[in-house]
Structures are given as structure tokens and as C-alpha cells.
């Protein structure tokens, strides 16, 4: 079936500093990622749309100078935190859906920032 | 506004005994109806979806859910549950023709006692 992958699963790093992580979709094309963050104990809320070859759709309050996005091929789209503070510490999972079939989302396993 | 409203944030069962986990919606016209899993740390795994037709949707690990337009429900159901079957559960609803957008329940915690 198909499968998203995400990377890294875990990252720690220090205040200040930029994290990247990588959303692939492996056995199907994507135009469309979805890019979503969960606090403890919480549920999914959508962070930004990322479309393949042009800019992201972020949500109301997702600041889109910290959270960058780029979506440069059909199987990859990343995210890249910049100047991690504590508050960013958070659990970031990505979507993805086959754009030649009506397929529903399929998810990576997340991964887990810190930042200390 | 859309929304998915997930009553119950915590349920716990006996292993062997039936489960329902609710799930309502507000939206303007009948959303495309899902239910994921989230294991601890994990992210999410689709266990059924209703688009349209049979208003009883089966899923996979024994699950089904039943549509009920009068009631704006998407209820989850199992006849009997194992102990592995302890997860968090999310109801979502999607836009019709819409941008793929899914907007979350707050989930349910599932317990399950030996």
C-alpha cells in the first residue's frame, strides 16, 4: 500500500538553531502534502498545504517565516524550523495523498521535536 | 465553521467486550468521514473512510462505522476488543470536492483492562 515516510522520527536541538524534516511519499505521486502539528495529548491541527512547484497555503496564526516549506518534487516536501525556541518542541506528522486516484490522506510516522 | 466533535475524551473497556467511540460533525454538506489510529509516538494509520453508498463502512482490524445523516454521525464500533487495540483514536471529516483538508476530532483515548 502506500506508504509516507518521514525523517527524522526524533531530533533534538539547541535555541537558535534550524531543523529540517522530510516528508516522502514512496510508491505514489503527490502534488499535495499536508504538513500538520500535535501537542501532547492533542489532536492534529492542520500547520500549512504544500503544493508541488509553488508556494504553501499556511493556516490563520501559522507563522510561515519560522515553519518553511518546499514541496520541490512530486515525493518530497520539507519543513524547515528556523530559530527553534522551546515552544516549537512538538510532535510534526505530514500527509499525503496519490494524486492519480481519489485516495484518502496517508500519514508519516511524525517526528518528534526538541528544543532546548 | 466545520468541525468534528469527538464526546468522549477517554473510554475504557474490558478485553472481549463491544466498544462505540462517537463521532459528530458540523459541516454544510455531508464531508467525505474518516477514523484513524495513533499508536503512542506514531502517526496515523486510516482504519476506514466513507465517501459515499453503504452507510456501514468496514475497516480493517474488525472496525466499522455507521453513517447516520439525521444524527450528523460517523460512530466507530467493535464487537470485541483486544488488549492491542489500546490507542488513540481521531474521527475526521473532509470537504467535499474541497482541498483535501482534514479536520480533526480531539480523539479518544481507548483503555483496554485484561
Known amino acids: 500500500g502506500a506508504v509516507v515516510s518521514q525523517h527524522p522520527s526524533w531530533v533534538i536541538c539547541k535555541s537558535g538553531t534550524s531543523v529540517k524534516i522530510e516528508c516522502r511519499s514512496l510508491?505514489?505521486?503527490?502534488?499535495?502534502m499536508f504538513w500538520y502539528r500535535q501537542f501532547p495529548k492533542q489532536s492534529l491541527m492542520l500547520m500549512a498545504t504544500s503544493n508541488e512547484g509553488s508556494k504553501a497555503t499556511y493556516e490563520q496564526g501559522v507563522e510561515k517565516d519560522k515553519f518553511l516549506i518546499n514541496h520541490a518534487s512530486l515525493t518530497l516536501s520539507t519543513l524547515t524550523v528556523t530559530s527553534a525556541h522551546p515552544e516549537d518542541s512538538s510532535f510534526y506528522i505530514c500527509?499525503?495523498?496519490?494524486?492519480?486516484?481519489?485516495?484518502?490522506?496517508?500519514f508519516g510516522n511524525g517526528t518528534r521535536l526538541t528544543v532546548t | 465553521a466545520q468541525s468534528v466533535t469527538q464526546p468522549d475524551i477517554h473510554i475504557t473497556v474490558s478485553e472481549g467486550a463491544s466498544l462505540e467511540l462517537r463521532c459528530n460533525y458540523s459541516y454544510g454538506a455531508t464531508p467525505y468521514l474518516f477514523w484513524y489510529v495513533q499508536s503512542p509516538g506514531q502517526g496515523l494509520q486510516l482504519l476506514l473512510k466513507y465517501f459515499s453508498g453503504d452507510t456501514l463502512v468496514q475497516g480493517i482490524k474488525g472496525f466499522e462505522a455507521e453513517f447516520k445523516r439525521s444524527q450528523s454521525s460517523f460512530n466507530l464500533r467493535k464487537p470485541s476488543v483486544h488488549w492491542s487495540d489500546a490507542a488513540e483514536y481521531f474521527c475526521?471529516?473532509?470537504?467535499?470536492?474541497?482541498?483535501?483538508?482534514?479536520?480533526f476530532g480531539k480523539g479518544t483515548k481507548l483503555t483496554v483492562n485484561p
Open positions: 510508491d505514489f505521486q503527490a502534488t499535495t
Open positions: 475526521a471529516a473532509e470537504e467535499r470536492g474541497g482541498s483535501e483538508k482534514l479536520v
Open positions: 500527509s499525503a495523498a496519490d494524486s492519480t486516484v481519489n485516495s484518502p490522506l496517508h
